[in-house]
Structures are given as structure tokens and as C-alpha cells.
């Protein structure tokens, strides 16, 4: 068994935080739905802006609304407008064919991903 990547929001943008929740972060239902992210399911967030990276669950926000809100503890480790990257995993006996999305600025869909050289900046 391995574990693989399963789901990717590339560069998504924090939209809000508030530490006084009792943790998650909260994504648009479309974001979650084309990179095919369960309510409840754990997530790492790598935040690109300051490179601190934590673990949490996903709550669904308003479809459209381009919601990336951190709740919780790992609202102090990011600031509203960071760039992060959001990931989740499976365990698996065979390769997985991960659901990657490419955001904007304003957390809409872009483009699915393939895999790309690493060298190969996607903007």
C-alpha cells in the first residue's frame, strides 16, 4: 500500500479566517466537487506565501462563491490573501489518477491539470 495524491487545488487564494471556529477550512462546493473533495475529508494546506503547512478537514462553502476560508488553529499560520495549495490523499495498491483543478485570483476554475514537469511554472 501507498499513499498518493487524490486531490489538488492549485494556488487557491485565503478568502477570510477566524481562529475562534472549531477548525476546518471552508471551500467553494464547486472547487470541492471538480477536485472531487468529500465534505469532512482531510486535507494538507501548504501555504506558498509563508510555507507553513497543516492538516485539517473541508467544509463546503457556497457554490460560486470562491470561498477559501481557514477556521480554526491554522488560521494563525496564514493571512488572508496567501496562496496556498490544497491536497488530499488515498491509500492504494494501484496507481490513482488524481483530480487536480488550476484556480485564478478570485478562486475560480481554471483547468484541470495533468502532470507536469516540475520545472514548468502554471503561472
Not at 39 to 44: A, M, Q, R, S
Not at 55 to 62: H, K, M, R, S
Request: proline content about 4%; aromatic content about 8%; glycine content about 8%.
Amino acid at each position: 500500500m501507498r499513499n498518493l495524491l487524490r486531490s489538488k487545488i492549485h494556488r487557491a487564494y485565503i478568502t477570510s479566517t477566524d481562529a475562534d471556529y472549531i477548525g476546518s477550512i471552508i471551500i467553494d462546493r464547486e472547487l470541492m466537487d471538480r477536485a472531487d473533495l468529500w465534505d469532512y475529508e482531510k486535507v494538507l494546506i501548504c501555504d506558498v506565501t509563508n510555507g507553513n503547512r497543516w492538516e485539517t478537514y473541508v467544509l463546503p462553502g457556497d457554490r460560486g462563491s470562491g470561498r477559501v476560508s481557514v477556521q480554526g488553529a491554522g488560521a494563525r499560520l496564514c493571512d488572508v490573501g496567501d496562496c496556498v495549495i490544497i491536497l488530499s490523499f488515498d491509500v492504494s495498491d494501484r496507481p490513482v489518477d488524481p483530480k487536480m483543478i488550476l484556480v485564478d485570483r478570485n478562486n475560480r476554475f481554471v483547468e484541470y491539470l495533468e502532470g507536469v514537469p516540475v520545472e514548468e511554472p502554471v503561472h
